[in-house]
């Protein structure tokens, strides 16, 4: 029986030239040969990384480590004649006569689907401006990332008579494909790749190429995957070829054993960035595309990063703007590759941000610029709306954070960049939302720059961070945070849906987070009195959580999380209470209730217990400001509390700030 093989289409063609260096020829050459093979080294790697031989296309130059190889050489170009060309010209250079060629491979560009919106766009009925299809087009005509650490490798996949990938049905290939992508997924940010086919143009079927900051990302990564199906038992590996990024100007640098970027060629990116313009130092700018992906993204196929779109409904979003509609505009490798998007530029965009919990120190860094879009739409669906922008977003080096806050009643959709033309063109894809109605942005100071106490501080909406309040809560005795002294991130949102419905939803999610590492908890809990049902999950990290968002967010009848409102939210959490002290401790909570009752700024206050174990609990409480929470947690009546739970806990509680 034939199966049925994914849809494909390509992009630009690769070539992966790797040289080792001829040692004893150089250091017998005469100086002035060596200069004349440095000169021409140098500008032959300058001229291919300014793109002077085609339209458009990417190069890159590394050194490898470890290897049968001294450098490697990286082309993007839109022909097979374009990399014929580039290939050729540098052996008339005088430095080739120093090298031999260790390794080479040649592949292509490549966007292949297993999801119903991939198909969608191979089969043209998927709207060109969506942000899927501007996705996959991104795919296939990438840029090269910046990243110091570069690692290709190439890779078949098996056809033995019990592991015959080829043999699968196509809907199991699109399975592991999926749970594959999934663990690719958690890398977003930290490990960026490109995939390339190389059926008939090479030995193998697939030239991958990731690049990082940190080589043990990669390494994890990896790790991580082999132990999937997709790798262990349909998977083949070929060489590894690791590599360091550097500016060809550096070429004699690492002639000369010295160690690359020496820095002045990092100067000269640096200037060449802040002018817009393509660096011969390395750093190229974009040719008017989006960033390289990360493991997991949209439109993947038969390779081991493979995985389902990050937003089938096309939240992913890019330029769109692709080689045949003529744009050659170049733009800095930090920000989304296009302009637009209208806004008001005011000075306190720093206290618009405090206002829905986004704070100096804790979530940017001064000189950040921040942009505020207020919708009227419901704050669940603009959630799902920017996730596919924001997983987008995080290609590019300048973002620092994009999500959906709610203050006053009313939601808004949250951007940080370092820099302000990033912002700006960020705001062409964030004013596409729905229901914007006012648009904001400026630059962000310090907490303590933004002009003393406000009105909006003394409406509860202090600036501080959360480092400022894990400090307070200390010399309370309280601890804020992940046990074991890290960060913990919470989503928790309450749900109208019948009680067993939803806590069958959430087992059936439940068992997908427990493949990672990062998950901590997730568990659905109800109120001890009362109607209230609420799901609470805990990760080790932001990117998770934010991630297992559009999951929980997909859950029946959800109708708010605890920070839906204005005010200043807590979560207490792990009240791990010792079994024959669990009705003393829903009685005393309800004494404690009534004294919260009385307290200025007190809204609510809920004790709800975990399904599965009713000695796990947590209280949500929603104040009219941070101060008036800390007064509470300042009190003696508190303290009290505290000493007291020391008896009938089995472990110190943990408070969670949503403001």
């Avoid at 049925?4 to 005469?30: F, K, M, N």
């Avoid at 899927?132 to 090269?144: E, F, K, N």
């Avoid at 109708?559 to 003393?584: C, H, I, Q, S, W």
């Avoid at 609990?617 to 009190?635: G, K, L, T, V």
């Amino acid at each position: 029986m034939q199966r049925e093989p994914p849809q494909t289409e390509e992009g630009w063609y690769v070539l992966h030239d790797l040289r080792s260096i001829d040692w004893d020829a150089w250091r017998a050459a005469p100086e002035r040969e060596r200069e004349r093979a440095l000169a021409e080294g140098v500008e032959y790697l300058r001229a291919a990384e300014a793109v002077e031989d085609s339209d458009e296309g990417q190069s890159a130059v590394y050194t490898v480590l470890g290897a049968d190889a001294d450098l490697m050489v990286l082309h993007l170009r839109p022909t097979m004649a374009d990399l014929d060309a580039a290939e050729r010209r540098f052996e008339q250079t005088e430095f080739a006569r120093f090298t031999e060629r260790a390794e080479s491979y040649v592949s292509v560009t490549e966007a292949s689907g297993y999801t119903e919106k991939s198909r969608e766009y191979f089969e043209g009925d998927l709207d060109e401006d969506s942000g899927l299809a501007q996705y996959i087009r991104s795919r296939i005509h990438p840029d090269v990332p910046d990243e110091e650490f570069v690692c290709f490798y190439p890779m078949d996949k098996r056809r033995q008579p019990d592991q015959n990938w080829y043999d699968l049905p196509f809907e199991e290939r699109a399975e592991h494909i999926k749970r594959h992508g999934e663990i690719g997924r958690e890398y977003g940010g930290r490990v960026k790749q490109m995939i390339a086919g190389s059926t008939g143009l090479d030995d193998w079927e697939w030239g991958i190429t990731l690049w990082a900051d940190d080589m043990t990302d990669i390494k994890d990564l990896l790790t991580r995957m082999r132990f999937d199906p997709s790798s262990s038992k349909y998977a083949e590996f070929g060489p590894f070829y690791v590599g360091r990024r550097f500016p060809p100007a550096d070429l004699p640098a690492v002639l000369a054993g010295e160690r690359v970027p020496t820095g002045e060629g990092e100067e000269r990116a640096a200037a060449a960035s802040a002018n817009g313009t393509t660096a011969a130092d390395g750093h190229a700018a974009d040719a008017g595309h989006a960033g390289s992906v990360h493991p997991g993204s949209a439109a993947e196929g038969d390779h081991p990063h493979g995985g389902e779109a990050a937003s089938d409904d096309g939240g992913a979003a890019d330029d769109g703007d692709d080689e045949a509609d003529g744009d050659d505009s170049d733009s800095s490798g930090g920000r989304p590759p296009v302009g637009g998007g209208d806004f008001q530029e005011v000075d306190d965009a720093t206290e618009r941000l405090a206002t829905l919990g986004v704070r100096p120190g804790a979530d940017y860094d001064p000189g950040d610029y921040g942009l505020v879009f207020y919708s009227d739409a419901d704050a669940e669906d603009l959630a799902d709306e920017i996730e596919g922008l924001r997983e987008n977003f995080d290609h590019y080096d300048r973002h620092v954070l994009t999500g959906v806050r709610a203050g006053g009643g009313q939601a808004a959709a949250v951007s940080v960049w370092t820099a302000k033309e990033a912002a700006e063109t960020a705001a062409g894809f964030l004013g596409d939302l729905p229901g914007i109605d006012e648009r904001y942005g400026g630059p962000l100071a310090a907490s303590d720059d933004a002009g003393g106490e406000t009105d909006n501080e003394a409406a509860g909406t202090d600036q501080g961070d959360a480092a400022d309040i894990r400090e307070q809560l200390a010399d309370e005795d309280v601890y804020a945070g992940q046990p074991h002294g890290e960060d913990v991130y919470a989503l928790a949102l309450y749900s109208e849906a019948d009680a067993d419905d939803l806590f069958d939803e959430v087992a059936g999610l439940r068992e997908n987070f427990d493949h990672y590492d990062t998950h901590v908890k997730t568990a659905v809990y109800g109120a001890v009195d009362g109607n209230r049902t609420a799901v609470v999950s805990l990760w080790d990290t932001q990117d998770a959580a934010d991630t297992a968002a559009g999951f929980l967010t997909d859950l029946p009848e959800v109708v708010g999380r605890p920070d839906a409102g204005d005010g200043f939210g807590t979560m207490g959490m792990f009240y791990a209470v010792k079994p024959d002290y669990r009705e003393e401790f829903v009685d005393t909570f309800r004494e404690v209730g009534g004294l919260l009752a009385e307290m200025d700024g007190h809204r609510e206050t809920t004790l709800l217990a975990n399904r599965e174990d009713e000695t796990d609990m947590f209280i949500a409480s929603q104040w009219d400001s941070r101060e008036d929470a800390m007064e509470f947690f300042r009190s003696d009546e508190f303290r009290e509390t505290v000493e007291w739970g020391r008896e009938v806990l089995t472990d110190q509680p943990r408070h969670v700030f949503l403001a």
